[in-house]
Nanobody
Framework: QAQLRESGGGLVQAGGSLRLSCAASGRTFSSYPMGWFRQAPGKERELVAAISSLGRNTHYADSVKGRFTIARDNAKNTVYLQMNSLKPEDTAVYYC?????????????????WGQGTQVTVSS
């Protein structure tokens, strides 16, 4: 059974950094675009960043451009989200996701595969 498992969340002060990892298992996701979503309390889930299957194309939400970087290592079946200059408004549960179709991941926000999520809390 295909699974996505996030790690790396935690509590950090504003201005700090965290790196999230998403390890895939049960199948090879090297042909899947993958991404990170987040959901803060009382807010809708939003796409943070996405990366194409070979890593040649990326997409970022305006709110994280210049601060977050998405990357992947297909040999390790893992995708990463490096988060720098964190702000209190980045506090949310962060979810890894994957779908064979880019538009379902990026435009529709309805990917086939989801992780369980990891909490990121940024204190002021």
């Amino acid at each position: 059974q295909a699974q996505l498992r996030e790690s790396g969340g935690g509590l950090v002060q504003a201005g700090g950094s965290l790196r999230l990892s998403c390890a895939a298992s049960g199948r090879t996701f090297s042909s899947y675009p993958m991404g990170w979503f987040r959901q803060a309390p009382g807010k809708e889930r939003e796409l943070v960043a996405a990366i194409s299957s070979l890593g040649r194309n990326t997409h970022y939400a305006d709110s994280v451009k210049g601060r977050f970087t998405i990357a992947r290592d297909n040999a390790k079946n893992t995708v990463y989200l490096q988060m720098n200059s964190l702000k209190p408004e980045d506090t949310a549960v962060y979810y890894c996701a994957a779908d064979l179709v880019w538009v379902r991941l990026v435009d529709a926000g309805t990917p086939d595969y989801w992780g369980q999520g990891t909490q990121v809390t940024v204190s002021s």
